[in-house]
């Protein structure tokens, strides 16, 4: 394994991805804690505003998706993720500054966060389909667990100061290092400098966007396996950013220890990313969605957990647990779809089930807030952690997901 890894770091342009999505994460493990209890400490905010604010990121993620993975054929992969991330920096900044100069609104917030979303909606099909262009196809299990692991590395060290951070210094703060770090890592991506995707020839008229789209669809939707995980990940996801978004915050603030025991449970998270995608560099399971489903059942346990609440010591461990198994799941994942779409599809496949998947999310963030109100948050927590629980297991049921087997290099060639 260490061979592959030592292959993947004379690869130019992946050091500079691996590099890039270090630093960017730093700045993601600080963000979480740094939006949530700013957005709380606004006078008259509640957890209806948190709501509000993580909503309104949300829904252009989910709609403005598909748009993305067209973008990042037609356009190019590393150029996008350069560009979004150098752009997103200054709406992160904005709010950033707003509130180290006690100007933090809640609908400034909302619109930075709509900004922004709709910059990530473009930036993550494009990075999907970056990989497979810089690295062979018999590294492509090593590269996507190698940029995880390394990635999820940088996540820990975020959480790890973000609650100190917060608590000692501000909201403000711990944004103006997130906004650093998108610009630094998108200037280090753009510097890859990948050819843009293949125009069409002298004479030859280019697909029109719905027809990419529809190219797109077809090459989703005729993999059932595909369909059926992306179906039961909606719900998933709808109980799961609900509960990161607005529900693990607010319970904090209620019953445990505020901003210093939310980083600690992110910093078993980001612990438990890193272990999980460092198992992921050593298994190659035949039956690769047997693994990457088979996990996700953890992560409602993890929700469930902190609706009791249980000692800060134990939602560490299980933060830990559901890092591992939500980082397997990614690794698996990716590699599967990787290996069984063709490439020039790639971005659209993946902008598909990124809005499957987070279809339900903006639902589930705007709800979380009312819901929480109305039966308060231990109830909610239990409501959001069965649901989850459930909607992770089910896919296992589809004899397509359960016997899907691992494409090989054989295969490939």
Request: hydrophobic share 55%; with cysteine; net charge neutral.
């Amino acid at each position: 394994m260490m061979g592959e890894v030592s292959e993947l770091w004379k690869i130019t342009a992946f050091r500079r991805l691996l590099i890039a999505r270090v630093v960017s994460n730093i700045g993601n493990g600080i963000t979480p804690i740094a939006l949530a209890f700013g957005v709380l400490s606004i006078p008259g905010a509640d957890a209806g505003s948190l709501s509000y604010v993580t909503t309104a990121q949300m829904i252009p993620l989910v709609l403005f998706m598909l748009v993305g993975g067209v973008a990042a054929d037609r356009f190019g992969r590393s150029q996008l993720v350069g560009i979004t991330d150098i752009v997103g920096s200054i709406f992160v900044g904005i709010s950033a500054l707003s509130f180290l100069t006690s100007h933090a609104s809640i609908p400034l917030l909302c619109f930075n966060g709509f900004i922004f979303g709709m910059l990530n909606a473009l930036w993550y099909p494009a990075f999907s389909g970056i990989m497979p262009i810089i690295v062979p196809a018999k590294l492509l299990q090593a590269a996507n667990s190698t940029v995880g692991l390394a990635a999820n590395a940088g996540f820990t060290v975020g959480a790890s100061i973000a609650g100190v951070l917060v608590s000692t210094a501000g909201s403000g703060w711990g944004l103006l290092v997130d906004a650093f770090s998108f610009l630094v890592a998108g200037i280090l991506v753009l510097r890859m400098k990948l050819p843009r995707n293949a125009q069409p020839e002298e004479g030859e008229a280019r697909e029109t966007i719905f027809a990419q789209l529809r190219g797109g669809w077809y090459e989703f939707s005729s993999r059932r396996w595909i369909v059926i995980v992306v179906i039961c990940f909606a719900f998933f996801h709808m109980g799961f950013e609900g509960f990161l978004g607005v529900l693990a915050p607010v319970q904090m603030k209620e019953a445990l220890g505020g901003a210093k025991d939310m980083g600690i449970m992110m910093f078993g998270f980001g612990v438990g990313a890193v272990s999980g995608t460092a198992l992921a560099l050593k298994l190659r399971p035949q039956r690769p969605l047997v693994l990457a489903v088979g996990v996700c059942p953890i992560v409602g346990l993890w929700i469930l957990s902190l609706a009791v609440p249980m000692p800060i010591w134990v939602l560490f461990l299980m933060a830990m647990a559901g890092g591992i198994a939500l980082d397997l799941m990614y690794a698996n994942w990716m590699t599967t779809i990787q290996t069984n779409v063709p490439q020039e599809a790639l971005s659209r496949v993946g902008s598909y089930d990124a809005f499957g998947s987070l279809a339900f999310a903006p639902l589930g963030l705007f709800l979380a807030g009312p819901f929480t109100h109305l039966v308060g948050a231990r109830t909610a927590l239990i409501a959001v952690g069965l649901m989850v629980f459930i909607a992770a297991l089910l896919p296992l049921a589809s004899s397509e997901v359960r016997h899907l087997k691992a494409v090989t290099h054989e295969d490939h060639t």
